[in-house]
């Protein structure tokens, strides 16, 4: 009956008098005592822990979302191990391994790469919840921003500055991201009575580079497009950057855009310095990994149900790089 005691006191399930609780915590203390998480999962087969795995740490979109994360898994008392994967499958599947030996109640999965050979690896193990990339099959849980709404808020806008011939971008093929958008970005030329320039849609990486590359492409092309969708603020940021070493000023002769809203801090004026900001859409990046947490939580505690798939909503931030359509522009 007192080893029971002490152990609600300490885990704070179950009742325990409050002057009883306030003695044991006391007595732990002075004895320099600690619960043991082995001994505990053990008992329990929980240990009260969560695998994040994050695409890249140096990109900025993701701290916000793990912060979301964080945020509702650790009110509920579970410890985050946060691993950086660098869209490379064989860490990814080393990282994976490695969480799975220590027992993680389950993974929270943001922006990765979804190979057979990964999805195998997640098959038999803890309850997973996918951000921003998701598998084709097996259905299951995920978050992500709406798509759809995206590309159409990026094409409206340019729409309305007048622009008609428009280059895409897109992301890598293995991302559900990229593929979603590229299909949306289609169906949304051709929506407003628009033909897509095949030679004007190209692959990238989601990196600076991939976005010079991406420029340069577009560049010896007989005629240029006025606008430039991109897969993302790096990517718009490398086309930027090409194009105006090689003639060409952003916006007054090619409006460019990105997407994620990566960069919101320096362009929403938080520094005394002035920022001179992408056209870009902003996805709710804590709210995703809020979001995440919370199926997470509740896949942990009920794993039966169908998956969840929850899309929010993103927001159209005009800035500097986007203006109305030139009637003819110069060659880079």
Excluded: W
């Excluded at 822990?49 to 900025?60: E, K, Q, R, W, Y």
């Excluded at 195998?120 to 798509?147: S, T």
């Amino acid at each position: 009956m007192l080893r029971a005691t002490v152990a609600r006191a300490l885990s704070g399930k179950g009742y325990v008098e409050e002057e009883r609780r306030r003695l044991i915590q006391q007595t732990v203390d002075r004895l320099g005592y600690r619960t043991s998480t082995i001994a505990r999962a053990l008992r329990t087969q929980r240990t009260s822990s969560i695998g994040v795995l994050i695409a890249d740490i140096t990109n900025p979109i993701f701290p916000q979302i793990v912060k979301g994360i964080d945020e509702v898994v650790a009110a509920d008392n579970h410890t985050m191990f946060l691993c950086n994967t660098d869209e490379d499958s064989q860490k990814q599947q080393a990282i994976v391994r490695s969480l799975l030996d220590r027992n993680v109640d389950g993974f929270v999965l943001v922006s990765q790469t979804l190979t057979d050979d990964f999805l195998k690896l997640l098959e038999h193990g803890p309850p997973c919840v996918f951000i921003n990339r998701r598998p084709q099959a097996p259905v299951m849980d995920y978050v992500g921003p709406d798509n759809a709404q995206s590309i159409r808020l990026l094409l409206d806008h340019l729409c309305e500055l007048g622009h008609e011939r428009i280059a895409y971008v897109a992301g890598p093929a293995l991302s559900s991201t990229a593929q979603e958008r590229l299909t949306n970005f289609r169906s949304g030329m051709a929506a407003r009575g628009l033909a897509v320039d095949e030679s004007m849609v190209l692959r990238g990486n989601y990196s600076f580079e991939s976005g010079r590359v991406a420029a340069e492409t577009l560049s010896a092309l007989e005629s240029l497009p006025t606008a430039v969708i991109a897969a993302n603020d790096f990517v718009a940021m490398g086309i930027i950057d090409y194009f105006q070493q090689h003639g060409l000023k952003v916006p007054e002769d090619l409006s460019v855009t990105g997407f994620d809203d990566a960069f919101e801090m320096q362009a929403d004026g938080h520094y005394p310095l002035r920022f001179e900001g992408i056209t870009t859409v902003d996805q709710p990046k804590r709210d995703l990994g809020r979001a995440a947490g919370r199926i997470m939580l509740q896949r942990i505690s009920y794993p039966g149900g169908a998956p969840n798939s929850i899309i929010l909503p993103t927001r159209l931030r005009i800035r500097n790089t986007t203006a109305p359509a030139q009637t003819k522009n110069r060659q880079a």
